[in-house]
């Protein structure tokens, strides 16, 4: 007698088409083919298991460093925020899932007595986001306060690595291929949580002091060349201000580009490379984006 093969038993949420401009802060981009929303570890292990070697995956924090081009993603985007969302506190080490956002790791780690961890508090992204870009902010970095991660392989195999395992530098982390962050132990210093709290007021007031942070972008567009920074730059170029269709360079950070509501993604990129080809040509100095940008062009 012949079976039927057999289906793995999912617990996540399946959506096909979905819309991706809501879940990146430039707020562009076409439709995920497919996106799974896991109802924990397990369940994505089962999944991924169950998908074609050869499908293209995108795993997706908050979106606060992605460009989705106007065509979509061809193939399966993972989405952790608010499913892989816990955070515990044991001593002086925080074990945090992949998809907490880095504003509550901050509150968090102070409301602990923890020190070491409020540059995370204006960071838009999750804990993912920030093991996989080595996110940083005022002289913090996401790295040096890692005392391990537990990640998982295309097959659904979960594995514990330490960082010596990661080659960590600025704004970038490779890991072993075809593994992804599900969570981290992070081991930080005890103090005083009502300092800590403070730090974290006067950090995010700098920001709104100096970022235009209530428009849509993905934070600083390039990486600060050495010894040098690429607001600098641009600004030195007579490029703050500078439009192409809906994508502006803001006039407030000149590092900025800012969607001022009807940007396509094919805007932004044409922008960026304008800016990239003024700088070099003006200042001789070659930016690199700090954003990663995945999908397919319109
Ligand atoms: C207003 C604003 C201010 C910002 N300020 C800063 C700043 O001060 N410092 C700074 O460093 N960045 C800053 N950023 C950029 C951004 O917030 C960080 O890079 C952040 O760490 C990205 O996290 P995310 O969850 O949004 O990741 P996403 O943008 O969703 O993804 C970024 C990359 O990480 C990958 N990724 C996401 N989750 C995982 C995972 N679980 N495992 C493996 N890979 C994963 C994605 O595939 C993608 O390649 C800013 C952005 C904005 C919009």
Redesign the pocket.
Known sequence: MMTAPKQPMLRGELRLNEPLKRY??WRVGGCARQMYLPADADDLAVFLDSLPPQEPL?????????LIRDGGFPGTVIM??GRLNSLSVEGDEVRVD?GVS?AKVARECARANLTGAAFLA?????M??????????FGGETWPIVSSVTTIGRDGRIHQRLPAEFKVSY?EVV?PAEE???SCILSLKPGDGSAEQAAIRSLLER?AAT?P?GQP????TFRNPQGDHAARLIEACGLKGHRIGGAEVSPKHAN?IINTGDASAADIENLVAHVAAEVERQQGVRLEA???A?GEPS
Do not use: D, K, Y
């Open positions: 990146n802060t995108l795993w997706l924090g908050l979106g606060s460093n992605l952790l925020l992949a880095c204006g960071i838009p992204g999750t993912g986001g920030a093991l996989a870009m080595n996110a940083g902010a704004r890991r992804w962050f599900l920001r970022q942070t972008s993905c934070g600083s900025f700090e954003f990663h995945v």
